[in-house]
């Protein structure tokens, strides 16, 4: 089970996710958790036993989305967005070092008698490379960062030029 849900993780909900910045669906922290859950529940809660809460409070604090199948804790994901209005290439590492080592602290509040895996997914725009986390070394990490750097859009400049007049609130 443990793959299975690594590789939703990975695969179909990363790319749902990506798709979603890319269509202009999501322009805060806000709208990422809440296509997060979008497509959780309709990719994956259609399923007998999954369940998914959000915003669970732990001893650390909240969880952004927490996953159990059968009452059994599964997986959590932290969600990041990096994107701000007139900034690119933007990227706080040593922020995001210690969302994951938060992430850490709280999968290890969640895991009782089964470990499960959790996830940092970060949207962002930089000109730096990042590892994505589908390589054999990274199906054995309990946590996992799940990249969505929109550089990597096609036709980038005009991309990020819409998103930024976009995402700008409105002064009406």
């Known amino acids: ?19 979603d910045v890319a269509d202009f669906r999501l322009f805060n922290r806000h709208d990422l958790v809440a296509a997060a859950y979008f497509h959780i529940r309709r990719l994956l809660l259609v399923r007998p036993g999954w369940m998914c809460r959000v915003g669970l409070e732990t001893a650390v604090g909240p969880a952004d989305l927490v ?10 994901l932290q969600l990041e967005f990096l994107l701000h209005v007139n900034q690119p290439s933007y990227f706080p590492a040593e922020e995001l ?5 938060r992430l850490r602290r709280i999968l290890a509040v969640l895991e ?17 490379s990042w590892l994505f986390p589908n390589e054999t070394m990274y199906e054995k990490q309990a946590c996992s960062w799940v990249p969505i750097n ?11 030029a819409k998103w930024d007049k976009t995402a700008r609130p409105s002064t009406t």
């Open 97 to 101: 070092d210690g969302r994951m080592e």
């Open 150 to 160: 929109c550089r990597e859009f096609p036709r980038h400049g005009e991309w990020r």
């Open 1 to 19: 089970m443990a793959n299975e849900v690594h590789n939703f993780m990975t695969g179909p909900l990363w790319l749902k996710l990506k798709t």
């Open 67 to 76: 996953l159990s199948l059968h009452g059994h804790f599964q997986s959590l």
């Open 112 to 128: 009782k008698d089964k470990p499960g895996r959790a996830y940092l997914f970060g949207v962002f725009d930089t000109t730096e």
